[in-house]
């Protein structure tokens, strides 16, 4: 039988798996959950709400008193300096709806977060998850590129569209530890690459009294390591777009790399790096 004749995307260092972690919030729980990512070298998305910044406050959530008081602004730079920050929105204000309001939440919480980190801030998630075509329009005006629904899928599949990301599922989900196990050691169809996508609210380890399954997750994926391309949202969204920007010759035998990032693929078994700015003949 023939094989399968599609260039297949491989995440750097040839690794067919990523997985990356998105917190919503900013709360002071986050810097618990960074410590122990940092521990296990595992990377991720933190969501703030620059407007919220530095706020005391205490909720009732699931008939259970929490604390979601969140960070300092000052603090943001050191406690997430391994991971990169994205907006969430300047108060937390459900967009839909709001026309250019949305614009002006938006923009405004990329300026402040921007003051803060060194990066372009690119990234976003949805506050309760709300959004529409009214909002889409909005992200894409503000420069936002990736944006995390609330829906899991329980599947490891790319986004088609990362403004819609969808995630793979959020930390208490019933299915956390087998989605892991299938992750981990299952084969996608046609070796094709895959990414688990967690996320939450760090307030909720403190919640339900559950840090232990955060750690035992880590624990799990990190045994994996060497298979696995821990990223944070921005890095996935980076390297699938400059990936989707390959150019093929018409026999799909060659392939030149217009992008600054060396790119992985599997073309007839044979696995190629594709350095950056350059052309390649591929094996087979
Ligand atoms: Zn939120």
Not at 42 to 64: A, H, P, Q, W, Y
């Amino acid at each position: 039988m023939p094989g399968l004749r599609i260039h297949t995307m491989l995440f750097p260092g040839g690794k067919r798996r990523a997985l990356t972690l998105s917190y919503d919030d900013g709360v002071l729980q986050d810097r618990r959950l960074v410590e122990m990512m940092d521990r296990y070298d595992v990377r991720g998305t933190f969501n703030l709400n620059s407007g919220l910044l530095g706020r005391k406050e205490r909720m009732v959530l699931d008939g259970i008193d929490v604390d979601i008081s969140t960070v300092s602004p000052g603090e943001v730079p050191a406690l997430y300096k391994n991971h990169e920050v994205a907006t969430h929105g300047v108060r937390h204000t459900a967009l839909t709806g709001c026309g250019a309001a949305a614009l002006r939440e938006i923009l405004e919480d990329r300026a402040a977060l921007e003051a803060l980190v060194p990066y372009p801030v690119r990234g976003h998630a949805y506050p309760f998850g709300l959004y529409d075509d009214g909002v889409l329009a909005m992200l894409r005006a503000a420069g936002i590129c990736y944006a995390r629904t609330v829906r899991s899928t329980h599947a490891f599949d790319l986004p088609g569209d990362f403004l819609t990301w969808d995630p793979t599922c959020h930390h208490g989900d019933p299915e956390l530890m087998a989605l892991a196990e299938q992750f981990c050691t299952g084969e996608a169809l046609f070796g094709l690459p895959r990414l688990f996508y967690l996320w939450g609210h760090a307030y909720e380890f403190d919640m339900y009294g559950n840090w232990d399954v955060m750690e035992s997750f880590l624990a799990y994926v990190s045994g994996y390591r060497d298979r696995i391309w821990m990223a944070s949202n921005g890095e996935i969204f980076h390297y699938v777009s400059a990936w989707r920007r390959l150019v093929y010759t018409a026999d799909g035998r060659r392939v030149y790399n217009p992008t600054d990032t060396e790119l992985w693929l599997e073309w007839l078994g044979a696995v190629s790096a594709i350095p950056a700015g350059g052309t390649a003949e591929l094996e087979n």
